[in-house]
């Protein structure tokens, strides 16, 4: 019997000692009996999305456990971002991940002094928004578009002639260093274009949101100000293999934040929809996951669902925040503890945050794979400690569409067709025709 | 003191939790006083003969095993099964795998009820067998020859100008699905051509065996009749660098199954016979285990022990066969319980076959390394759950043999020779040549 799966993410789900905890992390202080429960019922162990040591960002990790080679298969986290709210990414185009952010001018330079100002959410963000939303650069030749999209979140569009996405980020990725010049990361004309032109964009966008009454207002009332915007993950259009052709589901995907939308949109999978899913703590969480298990009853046999909210406590650095999470995550997991034979739970994050550090780490991130009849390990709860002893062992963020296929049992055997030795072995359906008989 | 090797593959050794045996494997089960004391003299493990979740071929898993590169040197499974009867595969002939199989006509395509025709044997095997041991295909082009092996077992060998192995397997490799059309698998007219004999060959073989003599009685005594031949695995000759000159061991080899039998010896590996080694779950497992002792004794450093029982009882889906066998082997395996510090034992499988499937899973497969002296491991006894926390880890097929020279003491130094700096580091006898003084 093939099994139908559910692949929950929890996005930054591992973490580090916390001293707020009394040296346990989140998931060892949380009281999780569905997790517990689940992790009986199968095997818990660990993953590298990248390699060891390496903190994925959330697109490549999420691409790699879904089983692209992200040195080949990567068009860059703009992209994803654009697809995520439905704006096309024409060729020939460069897009970026942004944020508004918050600086402040210190002699020629500029300091990030929050990367996600205050996080800045609603109508602000939206007046923000709305004053830098198009704009002409270079005389004309390149047209800048600004999109508001989730809390301090927007995408940069580039539109222009001789336009390329190899240039460096504007964003230093971190709180207290300063605003990066864009570089041109080949000798082509076309990055060196690209480069000029983003740094006109964000110098030009200061400018004009520094002194913008929205901003000012916030700072009376004691607001970060959203005075910059900080490009990320330049990218051009690259289309991917879909998700079926690969490993051969029909997939949906469930999330709210718009970068998990547009990976599932890049690989093909099935947006659904669930009121109050906003990729905040506050999430419909219980939502989500019915609305996964209503999919796989009808035409979906795989289902992916994104959960944000870890990661976002991890970044505000507050271990008791995410602890109330996991129990709320926890509480949304019962209907799952129950289910039939046909059902294969993999549960995982994409990256380990810990609360210490307020960022992605290249630690393991705890992972589970449950279901009735998968074999049985006896290492106890989903803890980081509990899954280095798990029976999954350490594998990496590729290894997992493999274990799902050969867990749900639609592995076929290596080397069954001469000439597609490579991975995965997913017979097309033109691959498979009957022999006919007169 | 280099020791010599005792590699024992127990086919399909692994399993996953078994309703029959109120959720326990075969390897929990089974009573194996000589694993258990093995085990405690040595460290266990799991390792992935592909990689994690990859259900492998029993060729590739073997090949890899041996630290053959699978992407470079894997000829097609039909060369080790010419190989392994004899059967000299001629450069520019195409060599198949083929099972005697039942099908039921519906429409114009045929359904497969059984890819081994109720494990066909002897007598009736044979007479099946020469009905359609030679013909002309493509106007007399082409001429096939059929041979068969063990029970259900044959192979197929299409000789003729112009031919080449990429052709699809008409095997569906799952029962309840139709037998499938042989498509070449690239565009070169040799693939063609092949494509179009095969097909021709499957079908004429169809019309010949439906109306046979010997499948009338088998129907009439409610057995199934073999009136298929399913081919699969094609391929042409591909001569592999000796497994002394990748490793330095003089290898015998003592298998039944003529897939491990032209594996050794495709590798050059000596084949040793014992009387009664069968492959089949009665086969004598004791003679095996006594001549590959005998063989280490007088000029052979390393032998190979094939047991294919394990995987025959799993296929069958009887773990209760399958907690048999593992005793009778056990027993078998008693001489080893007291040898001196100049053996060194590797006991694995080459794949895992949970009886509750049928078929080979991308499961790890438990490992041991057990000799006097070797480190030892506190996970306690050879089965799925203990191998999960055993001193070996989990590790690739690949890393077997590395492991072998390691624990014989003959490994050399990462590095020592300057030019030769991939694996293995055998130094070969050209590379040794005394300075000469005169």
Redesign the interface.
């Known amino acids: 019997m093939q099994r139908k799966v559910m692949f929950i993410i929890l996005d930054g789900v591992g973490d580090r000692p916390c001293t707020e905890l009394n040296g346990l992390t989140p998931l060892q202080k949380a009281d999780l009996p569905s997790f517990d429960f689940l992790a009986t019922r199968g095997m818990i162990g660990r993953q590298y999305p990248i390699a060891p040591g390496i903190p994925p960002g959330s697109d490549t990790a999420h691409l790699s456990m879904f089983g692209y080679d992200i040195s080949t298969e990567y068009p860059g986290r703009g992209y994803f971002e654009a697809l995520g709210w439905d704006i096309e990414v024409e060729e020939g185009c460069v897009v970026f991940r942004a944020n508004l952010g918050t600086v402040e001018r210190r002699g020629h330079r500029l300091f990030v002094k929050d990367r996600r100002a205050g996080r800045i959410s609603g109508k602000d963000a939206e007046s923000v928004a709305s004053a830098i939303a198009e704009m002409d650069l270079m005389e004309g030749e390149v047209r800048a578009i600004f999109r508001h999209t989730l809390e301090h979140r927007g995408i940069l569009i580039l539109k222009g002639p001789d336009l390329g996405p190899e240039v460096s980020d504007v964003d230093p990725h971190e709180e207290g260093y300063p605003v990066l010049e864009p570089r041109p990361l080949t000798a082509s004309p076309k990055a060196k274009k690209t480069a000029l032109a983003l740094k006109e964009f964000v110098l030009r966008s200061h400018e004009i949101l520094k002194d913008l009454e929205v901003n000012r207002e916030r700072t009376r009332s004691d607001l970060l100000p959203a005075n910059i915007v900080l490009p990320r993950g330049a990218a051009s259009k690259l289309p991917l293999p879909s998700f079926k052709e690969k490993w051969g589901f029909e997939a949906a995907a469930i999330a709210a934040g718009p970068l998990y939308r547009g990976i599932a949109k890049s690989m093909g999978m099935k947006l659904l929809e669930v009121e109050g899913a906003t990729g905040l703590p506050t999430s419909n969480f219980k939502g989500k996951i019915e609305r996964g298990l209503s999919a796989l009853e009808s035409e979906f046999d795989f289902v992916f669902i994104h959960i944000k909210a870890p990661d976002v406590a991890s970044h505000m650095k507050n271990p008791k925040l995410k602890v109330e999470v996991l129990e709320r995550i926890d509480d949304a997991l019962e209907p799952l503890l129950d289910l039939p034979e046909e059902y294969l739970l993999l549960l995982t994050g994409d990256h380990t945050t810990p609360c210490s550090l307020g960022k992605h780490s290249g630690d393991p991130v705890p992972l589970m794979i449950s279901g009735k ?7 106890g709860r989903f803890d980081e400690l509990r899954c280095i ?3 999954l ?3 990496l963020g590729k ?1 997992l ?7 749900s ?1 639609r ?11 490579e ?1 995965p072995y997913i017979p097309k359906a033109d ?8």
Chains 1, 2 share one sequence.
């Open positions: 009849g998968i074999p049985e390990d006896d290492a002893r798990g029976g062992g350490t594998v290894d569409m493999r274990l799902v296929l050969n867990y049992n592995a076929l055997e290596y080397g069954l067709r001469p000439t597609s030795m991975l691959q498979l025709i009957p022999l006919h008989i007169n």
